[in-house]
């Protein structure tokens, strides 16, 4: 709590000027050139509405295309792609109907909408950071409703905002009590108006509905792991903090089915030595900091639920670090247990630190059974699998027989609600049932299809424990979800990659973007060193061997200073400048030490594309080639 | 026409049976290979919704690949991301809230709803069909009708269900009027209910309406071409057809932005000599056949509008052929004038030819400057380029100036839309009303946004021609846009590809898709011959060759016979099959001539990617290893 807490005022500190700075500096760099977009901005835009442009469209595209290979193809995944658009019975079983909602209080002259959430933090804040008069116990106070706030019901956040006269931000009039607004973006499919559907919040439904199907094209063998990557909605009451939080964003989302009696993952040993930063529910609970654990300690002293989930940990790991997230402001963040769904083993988010706090950008859930059995329950459609026993298997089942002819005597049309009632016991309810029956001869049970308890007498029916042999097992899967906010992971790599330099002269600041040569929009560009035709045509051919080779670049034959050329790449995060400045030999330029060696013409595409792949590292290139001191060039 | 009405018949004649039978065998092997899956299939789907099962998100991941490579990057486009939910300004500003509709009847009594014209295409064609005792003049009625069925109004549609009879097919109930259904989906953004927005109906909208920054960011230079990849959503009344007409969609879209005086490309010559099906608008309209055409030709003798056009038709040409579609079933058809939008220069569609007739799978249109001059006027945000001339130009301006006080006197309060309508005057109808100024000293100017016309005397204006200096030209540039549905794209592909062939005993056919390596879900899979745990180390180790290569592969080590593994992998067009037979060298074998070679194990890998990557062809090693004549095996 104390952490929340922590966590939650941050940025009200003086570092929080800095930050601010940093921020404005970076979403300066990012909108200017053209990282992003706020959508429709000739129309004056939409709130939680972002394009990407060029170089932001590329680092995306390279982003998903790491992830592609990183899971889907290295893990075999079988990867799906499935409509936005979702009729209402899919949200329905899925409780997105129901329960995806936001609480919302109304401006009650305007109309206008906020969170009601967000007004009483930042009430709350203001207050601690502005009020230095405030008591101590008032302190306390506020502080203990910023740490619970997230757990609020509508009434208890109602009643503090009457308690504060909390009013609307903009006019000061008086708010509505809160209500729940759902943030699914509602539409209509067909012409008749009479099948709702809505814009999906996560692209894991789509998964879940087509298990039956995947399962077999696996040939009916757990643990599988289905993927997909597209479009998800969330019409947020007021979006803030930019990038982070949008209406409409793209997610990345895997869904590992496995067999509940055995998690356990072949290429768990893959990952079991890697070692960050891991915030166990305990050491929140306690008031401790974040500590550097070694995966395989997490699971084999219990921390970590189990090893799948311990496998996705550090696959998550892996692909974060890999794209240029900073591991010492990466952690994986245990939900505590107030946090996860009744029906979740465990969960740990992949938190990473950036000027906004600590933000969650992956969720990695053992979600238990819950989302197979509830379309199950819905569709009518049994999503199970099968376990094949080599030899029969001798089990000891319940077994239910109600005694139809005296349930009906006994409740006339009500016989088939108290006959099914009676057959979803569970063992422990029916072997109570029974014990009760046995010693007293009736027992009340309550049927819930009839909202009332009915008197079972032993006549009615008869609970027995019989051995069977078994040929199989049938059972609903786990499913180990580890879900990918694109958009998020993005930012924060922007963030993380973000620093500036002075110039030569020193008299300004330069923007640099260390992209590592996988995410980078543009893996490199040629300049002609002066404006000159023979300059040009190596420049031209140069660049057709890159496209050769697939690698992206740009030629920049304006006749701008090279230092000027080089700076605007570097606020492009391109890694390598090629020179063109002699028609046999040229220049390659590292953008973050600035660096030059001198390669032949011919070598220059495969050297680019070595470096770029990751086949060698630019410190092997530059033990081959010889380094080239410039004089004339930026440095 | 006559095409047309062929075209609309076809699928009658005897050859029809045939495509009936193909088609629906190849859409069991597409359904049960989950290439394609009905979405929500467990609560009996969605009309129009489809999902992409494994081997088909593959094949589509593949041609958005295929299509980035090819376009954005051999091309230096600006690739941008955009949201799908758009604000109704937007949409109003292009049209699509006011026009982008298609006429609906509805059954009066139950409601249900159908598209006009489809039910009286419907009843024509069976009417053709099946009444053999039609009198001649009914028949040509008829043909006609069919042949200019997409050119009816409300009203004409309306007069001819009448005339006809025509009820509601499921019922025999009587139909309402036609009237106009908007095919977007609507939905609401934020939670006041006072922002309607819809899910965009294409993707072009996002690129326009940045066309400032996109311009600014390419240096304020022309041409240059922006793209964008992402789903697009029509809310059809009833969609028919499978894959091809669906209510959510993969487009891939690109703008290119160029000088409407100057429509020439630099890269033309690349493409000047291909040679492929033409069906300009002169052939269809005298009745001929699509033709073998030159593009270098059909550009000079001015049968496609300009270069720039002319370039992405051979562009196209090129991208659909490399994906493996029949160059003998594709054709560029040319819009008729009538079907063309009255803005657009010129328009030429790539039809490729299916068991459903020749289908519409990419559009090339040269849109002039419909687009950004409707969302400059509706937006006020001017998005123009400009001209720097090298020296100052002398220039012939037109100039109109309105008297003010004059106008004021006469028309007070609507003096302002007088002014505005006066400055609005293109040339000719300046220069015609200064006529009449000067011989009759009065006219009647019709002012719109006063809905009535008024007389202007000369003493209220004086118009002239004078002559300025100019230092640059300000102009709205051209945009050519070719536009690629990527799932008919991809439907196409599997007729295309698709094939079936005897089984060594001859009993049964077997599927087959031969897929290019380019596009193959899977590029290759690896077979133990018989189960061993030596031949699966090596599966194992040739495996991980290939990931650290990039390939994407199946290891298999069920004991199904090695035909049977070869038959399962053929119908899912995996294009290699390496089957390891002993621990020093493996075989590879060709999915369609079903040739195998011998090759030592460490160089498998990078012979499987040489060929898929296309440096090699299989001919090429089949020259370099020896032939293995299998004899245990399928042939």
């Known amino acids: 709590i104390e952490n929340q807490l922590q966590a939650a005022i941050s940025g009200s500190t003086s570092n929080g000027v800095n930050k601010e700075v940093f921020r404005q500096t970076l979403v300066n760099t990012l909108e200017r050139r053209l ?28 982003v998903l295309a790491f992830w592609r290979q ?13 409509p936005c658009v979702t009729p209402e019975v899919v949200l329905k079983a899925s409780g997105h109907v129901e329960k995806f909602t936001d609480l919302m209080v109304k401006d009650e002259k305007t109309g206008t909408c906020y969170r009601a959430d967000h007004l009483l933090k930042d009430f709350c804040k203001e207050k601690l950071e502005k009020d230095l008069s405030l008591p101590v116990e008032k302190v306390t106070e506020l502080k203990h409703v910023l740490a619970v706030l997230d757990e609020f019901s509508a009434e208890e956040l109602g009643s503090k905002i009457k308690e504060y006269g909390i009013t609307a931000p903009d006019t000061k009039n008086s708010l509505s009590d809160p209500y729940p607004f759902n943030l699914m973006f509602q539409t209509s499919i067909g012409p008749s108006g009479l099948s709702p559907g809505y814009m999906r919040p996560e692209t894991a439904q789509g998964i879940f509905v087509n298990f039956k199907d995947l399962y077999y094209y696996n040939g009916n063998k757990l643990p599988f792991a289905a993927a997909q990557i597209g479009q998800a909605f969330r019409n947020e009451i ?27 993952h072949p290429r768990y040993g893959d990952v079991v030595d890697l070692e960050f930063l891991m915030f166990p529910r305990e050491e929140q609970m306690s008031g401790q900091e974040a ?18 989930l311990g496998y996705f940990i ?14 010492e402001r990466l952690r994986f963040r245990q ?19 950036c000027s906004y706090g600590w933000i969650e950008c992956v969720g990695i859930a053992d979600r238990s059974a819950y989302d197979l059995r509830a379309h199950s329950d819905k569709s009518g459609v049994p999503l199970v699998a099968h376990e094949k026993f080599l030899e029969p298997r001798e089990v000891e089942k319940l077994v239910i027989a109600p005694v139809k002819k005296e349930l009906g005597l006994a409740f006339k049309g009500n016989q088939k609600m108290v006959v099914e009632a009676l057959e979803a016991m569970d063992e422990k309810e029916a072997m109570e049932m029974k014990a009760t029956l046995e010693s007293k001869g009736e027992v009340e049970f309550q049927v819930c299809t009839l909202g009332k308890a009915v008197t079972i007498k032993s006549c009615m029916v008869s609970i027995s424990k019989e051995k069977k042999k078994e040929h199989q097992r049938v059972f609903t899967p786990s499913v180990i979800e580890p879900s990918f906010g694109i958009g998020r992971i993005i930012y924060c790599l922007f963030e993380h990659s973000f620093y500036t330099r002075p110039s030569k002269g020193g008299d300004e600041q330069l923007n640099v973007f260390s992209f590592p040569p996988l995410v980078a929009p543009i893996k ?7 404006q000159n035709q023979q300059y040009e045509e190596v420049a031209k051919q140069i660049s057709k061997s890159l496209t050769a080779v697939g690698i992206s670049h740009k030629i920049d034959i304006t006749g701008t200073s090279i230092g000027k050329r080089y700076a605007r790449t570097d606020e492009l995060g391109v890694p390598f400048a090629i020179t063109v400045d002699t028609t046999t030999t040229v220049t390659i330029r590292e953008r973050d030490s600035k660096d030059q060696i001198r390669v032949p013409i011919e070598k220059v595409a495969s050297i680019v594309k ?3 792949d990751g086949q060698s590292t630019w410190g092997d290139v530059q033990w081959i080639y010889p380094t080239h001191s410039s004089i004339s060039a930026d440095e």
């Open 35 to 62: 990282f992003y977009i706020p959508s429709f901005k000739i129309y004056r835009g939409v709130a939680g509405l972002y394009d990407y442009g060029p170089p932001g469209c590329a680092v995306k595209s390279n």
């Open 70 to 82: 990183h899971f889907v193809l290295e893990e075999n995944m079988l990867e799906v792609d499935c």
């Open 238 to 264: 007021s979006p803030r903090q930019g990038l982070l939080r949008v209406r409409e964003f793209t997610l990345a989302e895997i869904e590992h089915f496995v067999d509940p009696d055995d998690k356990s």
């Open 291 to 308: 500590k550097r654990l070694r995966l395989g300690e997490a699971v084999s002293k219990g921390i970590v639920n189990n090893e799948t």
């Open 314 to 327: 550090g696959r998550v790991y892996l692909f974060l670090t890999r794209l240029g997230i900073d591991k």
């Open 335 to 353: 939900h505590l247990a107030n946090e996860m769904a009744h029906y979740a083993a465990d969960c740990w988010d992949a938190e990473i630190e």
């Open 524 to 530: 490199c560009t040629v300049f002609p060193l002066v």
């Open 610 to 612: 070595e470096v770029t």
